[in-house]
């Protein structure tokens, strides 16, 4: 069993960042790709982005560019910083696991003058 928990969610002006973190639990962090999506009101989760175990990435065209995925794996951590943030990335943002269907309970994210 793992758990998943975000932090770093919080109130951003236009331009500005952030960084997410997620901690998990137990001893298979570090060899299962893990990611972070996200859910805007109204409208369906979708991924923003995915790091394998040997450190490989992949970003939403939205994000490309201005949102940075990386992991610890000593720490069992899981890192997305968030620059030059747009109103458009207001969302509750969820850590996963997706290949084991393991989620977090979402931190929210708003972007706001």
């Known amino acids: 069993q793992v758990q998943l928990v975000e932090s770093g969610g919080g109130l951003v002006q236009p331009g500005g960042s952030l960084r997410l973190s997620c901690a998990a639990s137990g001893s298979i962090f570090r060899i299962y790709t893990m990611g972070w999506y996200r859910q805007a009101p109204g409208k369906q989760r979708e991924l923003v982005t995915t790091?394998?175990?040997?450190?490989?990435?992949n970003y939403a065209d939205s994000v490309k560019g201005r949102f940075t995925i990386s992991r610890d794996n000593a720490k069992k951590t899981v890192y997305l910083q968030m620059d030059s943030l747009k109103p458009e990335d207001t969302a509750v943002y969820y850590c996963?696991?997706?290949?084991?269907?393991?989620w977090g309970q979402g931190t929210q994210v708003t972007v706001s003058s």
């Open positions: 996963t696991m997706p290949t084991q269907n393991y």
């Open positions: 790091i394998a175990s040997n450190g490989n990435t």
